[in-house]
């Protein structure tokens, strides 16, 4: 079963945010944006950038677990 990684921040309300050059979901001054990871097979590390207008990009990985096993 696939799952997601919640990658969450802070901006200045004014500004537009991405991540992994995708829009992100807003409330106020804090953005969000929920990737979707295939961590079925193997565990993924995997690459974020998160970028703001008028802002340096900031550059960050995530590790996820593999799917956890099914206990009988």
Do not use: H
């Amino acid at each position: 079963m696939p799952c997601a990684e919640s990658i969450l921040g802070v901006a200045l309300a004014t500004n537009t945010a991405s991540v992994n050059s995708q829009a992100t979901y807003w409330k106020g001054e804090y953005f969000r944006k929920e990737l979707s990871v295939d961590n079925t097979i193997a565990a993924v590390w995997n690459g974020i950038t998160i970028s703001a207008l008028g802002e340096t990009d900031v550059n960050s990985n995530v590790f996820v677990f593999k799917t956890a096993d099914s206990f009988g």
